[in-house]
């Protein structure tokens, strides 16, 4: 099993910027990418970003490209979202994931972790 923390939610203007954190632990060497799902009231939770764990090749959804990036840091097992530029469409539960199979990074139903969700309110 693979437990997932994130932290670092919060209320930001637009315009301004956030980092999430997510920490793994547990049998994290059976982890084969992470990512980052965001889901907002009342849609479908909307792929933002991953990161493959061998060779850190990253992905972005449309509606984020160019605005987030997503990091790691192996020692620590964690993965970052950084936002810049947040628009109040991006306001949303994020939830961290992590898959222990190679292929479909931005389907969520191929992760096989979840966290719990940090809230992210982007004010207008």
């Known amino acids: 099993q693979v437990q997932l923390v994130e932290s670092g939610g919060g209320l930001v203007q637009a315009g301004g910027s956030l980092r999430l954190s997510c920490a793994a632990s547990?049998?994290?060497?059976?982890?084969?990418?992470m990512a980052w799902f965001r889901q907002a009231p009342g849609k479908e939770r909307e792929f933002v970003a991953a990161?493959?764990?061998?060779?850190?090749?990253?992905y972005f959804g449309d509606s984020v490209k160019g605005r987030f990036t997503i990091s790691r840091d192996n020692a620590k097992n964690a993965v970052y979202l950084q936002m810049n530029s947040l628009k109040p469409e991006d306001t949303a539960v994020y939830y961290c994931?992590?898959?222990?199979?190679?292929?479909?990074?931005?389907?969520?139903?191929?992760?096989?972790?979840w966290g719990r969700g940090t809230q992210v309110t982007v004010s207008s």
């Open positions: 990161m493959r764990w061998s060779g850190g090749s990253t």
């Open positions: 994931a992590a898959k222990r199979s190679i292929g479909g990074l931005t389907t969520s139903m191929n992760y096989d972790y």
């Open positions: 547990g049998r994290t060497f059976s982890i084969n990418a």
